[in-house]
């Protein structure tokens, strides 16, 4: 399985492309965060959409994580095994 990653710098844009079916999956690793506006509005935007949205640990995501995994539930399954095989 081959993944390629995309990152146009701004979560909510990012999100609306996976509403939109243009994109696959959002991630946002502890690395990167930067604030609240990272995560707030793409949480909102992929639950809306039907998206799966978790911490990077796969718990529910809440305004307190610095992470965030969102994609339909079946991807979002097939991503935290990848997750969790690189720990």
Do not use: Q, R
């Amino acid at each position: 399985i081959n993944y390629w990653l995309t990152n146009f710098g701004c979560g909510a844009y990012d999100s609306m492309l996976i509403a939109e079916g243009k994109s696959d999956w959002y991630i946002l690793p502890y690395d990167t965060y930067g604030g609240i506006w990272d995560t707030a509005a793409p949480y909102i935007i992929l639950k809306e959409a039907g998206c799966k949205v978790t911490s990077m640990s796969g718990e529910e995501w809440n305004k307190e994580d610095i992470s965030i995994l969102a994609a339909n539930p079946k991807t979002h399954k097939e991503l935290m095994k990848i997750i969790n095989k690189s720990k």
